[in-house]
């Protein structure tokens, strides 16, 4: 039966753990130079409404190392429910490419994407959540960590997709969340009280981002302005005056901690170069860890 990776909690947590531990096989296969080529012949069809570095980069590498081809289709190729409906777009492409993975501007598109594609679907981000990011960016604190026993992480920012997805991953993964951000920025209302009254784990919102970091072993931040948000970007700054991630700030959390951005990185804004930079930054090892969850998404989604 077709699946699709739209939400985090689209695995469950047993799901969670058998992709990181593919991910660790595959990642391993490519340090020690073995080929694994299951999807010869296969071909993913990547939609791009939103442009994004590391994205193709990651999923077209990534494909190519898996033996497949993965094709780029950006904004002036298809009009996604502009130019063409998303259900036409869907069959269509389902009938020439193996999966398809998207990034896009509208959460109701992926859904309707998922909807009425015959084959997956994987969401590269839209404007509601970024859930291989945030999966990329758990393994790499297990990695780092060899466990996810007692985490608190603190997100000192924006309230945005990508905090959705941890939010999301609340569900899935025991933990302690907190979001450090000014007032009117908070996450999505209905996902957060889900979060917070699931029991499974702690989850906060407080605007004071060095009582947030108390203890914290993961400090993550993005950019204050999210793509499509550039004209609130003025406003923004302002705003969020006091919650850039440096040196003052990275010392109140434990020695340990570990920085995370999931890129692309307004240096001297959201962070400080130093701390980008730092000796406790894992944000390009993050980064990296993209392309290796994404592969193990894709093997997961077309073999089980």
């Known amino acids: 039966m077709k699946r699709d990776f739209l939400h985090i909690t689209d695995f469950s947590t047993a ?63 298809i009009g996604l429910g502009q130019r063409e ?47 291989c990011q945030v999966m990329a960016d758990i393994f790499t604190v297990l990695e780092k960590r060899g466990n996810l026993d007692n985490l608190k992480v603190a997100f000192v920012g924006d309230g945005n997709n990508v905090v959705n997805s ?31 009254n699931s029991g499974l784990s702690k989850v906060e919102i407080s605007h004071e981002p060095f009582e947030a970091v108390q203890n914290a072993d993961v400090i993550y931040t993005d950019v204050w302005a999210s793509m499509g948000r550039e004209t609130e970007k003025e406003k923004r700054k302002c705003d969020f005056a006091g919650f850039q991630v440096n040196l003052q700030l990275v010392n109140a959390a434990k020695p340990s901690v570990l920085i995370m951005h999931c890129l692309p990185a307004h240096r001297g804004e959201e962070i400080s170069d130093e701390v980008i930079d730092g000796p406790n930054s894992i944000v390009f090892d993050e980064a990296e860890n993209r392309m290796h969850v994404q592969k193990a998404i894709i093997h997961k989604l077309m073999v089980g």
């Not at 999966?99 to 015959?118: D, K, N, T, V």
């Not at 999301?168 to 917070?196: I, S």
Request: with cysteine.
């Open 15 to 77: 799901e969670m753990w058998e992709v990181f531990e593919l991910t660790k096989k595959l990642k391993g296969y490519l340090k020690e130079g073995w080929e694994y080529t299951p999807f010869k012949g296969k071909t993913m069809a990547m939609i791009f409404a939103k442009p994004s570095a590391r994205t193709r980069i990651s999923f077209e590498t990534g494909m190519t190392q898996l033996g497949g081809h993965a094709i780029y289709l950006g904004p002036n190729d």
């Open 166 to 196: 941890w939010l999301e991953l609340t569900l899935r993964l025991p933990m302690h969340f907190v979001l450090a951000c000014p007032p009117g920025y908070e996450p999505d209302k209905e996902l957060l009280t889900k979060a917070q």
């Open 85 to 131: 409906a998303v259900k036409d777009i869907a069959q269509v492409v389902a009938r020439y490419d193996d999966i398809i993975m998207a990034r896009l501007f509208a959460h109701a598109h992926i859904l309707e994407l998922a909807e009425f594609s015959s084959v997956p679907v994987i969401n590269g981000l839209t404007d509601y959540n970024h859930p």
